[in-house]
């Protein structure tokens, strides 16, 4: 999670996201290249920008390189089930740079809001990805690498800055009209400066009649040092369905929750001792359009 504050290592550790450390699309070769819907974007595992995006070509460009992109405003944004906004609205763009390899680059920018004490001015988050999509027979893989960037954030007095890394690999399995999809993401140091990270992901998309696709996910998140994290270890999960509507405009709406009590949910010394009501259940907005 990104949404820990500077006091994090005063908080109290608890037992124990349609956005991660393999965050592209899940494409075969760049002509046939798709964004969309669902987890094949060029965005983290686990955000709700993943599952935004209606599918698309992307824009050819010289020497076997194809360009894609995605812009979206959402009512909040929300990775692996927690608001990264403090439930305010959010908004993005995606690009990913793709060679008939196979191997790709890629960017996620948004907007960012922590709470913490004493302060934690965080206004913005950039991820810069890399990595390699294949096939084995019908098995799409991603294998990747991001870096979760928080430019022009200072770091507040006893406190520590908010970046941090994470390798891993995605895979998906289409059954038309079902698609299967599986992640696993791994950080040696995850937000927060609270030790080994693991995720893991499952999801379904089903295309529907008249234009509809529906989406389901869901992820559990195991963190080594829970007291600098800001919440136990967790399950998250989303239900949700998405359309386009006009001229490649893709409108998505959502259920979004994780089991950690507001108690549990970052808490924060003299400010919200008795946890934060970003981690609940809440339904999601999403308009957005790829390229």
Sequence with gaps: MRWVSESVRRWRSGGSVL??????????GAAAQTTGPATDGGVPAGTAAE????????????GGFTLTGLGAVASDYLFRGISQTRNNWAFQGT???????????GAFLTNAKFLANPWN????ELDLLAGYRFAVADVKFDVGYIAYLYPGQDKAPGGQLNEYQEVGIKA?????????QAAFFYSPNFFGRSGD??????GVDVTLPFGFTAIGRLGHQ???RNAFFGTPDYLWYAVGVQREIFAGITLAVGLYGTDISKRDCAPVVDRASGG????????????????
Excluded: N
């Design 222 to 224: 195991w963190i080594e």
């Design 197 to 202: 990270g693991y995720y893991v992901e499952g």
């Design 276 to 291: 934060q009501r970003i981690c609940g259940q809440r339904a999601l907005f999403t308009a957005s359009r790829a390229f």
């Design 95 to 105: 690009f990913d740079l793709e060679h008939e390899s196979g191997v790709y680059v």
């Design 19 to 28: 956005a991660a450390a393999l965050a592209v699309a899940l494409a075969g």
């Design 121 to 124: 001015d965080t206004r913005q």
């Design 172 to 180: 998906s399995y289409t059954i038309d009209p079902v698609k299967l």
């Design 51 to 62: 599952q935004a995006a209606a599918p698309t070509t992307g824009i050819p460009l010289p």
